[in-house]
């Protein structure tokens, strides 16, 4: 069993910043890509950033710039810097990982919970 854990959502003003991380725990064998999707009410869901197992990234046009994904394998984490934090940026924040575990030995992909990002004055 594989679970993701994700923290640092909040309210936060225009132009601030928030750092959101996702940590996951389980029988893991190999984490291979990684990455954030969000969704605002009424829209679609939006991928926002990825980083591959190689460290490779990339990003939504939306928040080229701004956001900045990285991982630590060693704690099995994917984190999300948001910076110049814009009204247009609040949405629930799902992070994915594709996950090959000892049971299924090929990667099925796993989901945190969600956190809201509130962005206002």
């Known amino acids: 069993q594989v679970q993701l854990v994700e923290s640092g959502g909040g309210l936060v003003q225009p132009g601030g910043s928030l750092r959101l991380s996702c940590a996951a725990s389980?029988?893991?064998?190999?984490?291979?890509?990684m990455g954030w999707y969000r969704q605002a009410p009424g829209k679609q869901r939006e991928l926002v950033a990825t980083?591959?197992?190689?460290?490779?990234?990339d990003y939504a046009d939306s928040v080229k710039g701004r956001f900045t994904t990285s991982r630590d394998n060693a704690e099995n984490t994917v984190f999300l810097q948001m910076n110049s934090l814009e009204s247009e940026d609040t949405a629930v924040y799902s992070c994915?990982?594709?996950?090959?575990?000892?049971?299924?030995?090929?990667?099925?992909?796993?989901w945190g919970q969600g956190t809201q990002v509130t962005v206002s004055s």
């Open positions: 980083v591959t197992s190689s460290g490779n990234t």
């Open positions: 389980g029988s893991i064998l190999s984490i291979y890509t």
């Open positions: 994915y990982m594709g996950i090959a575990t000892k049971a299924t030995r090929v990667p099925v992909a796993y």
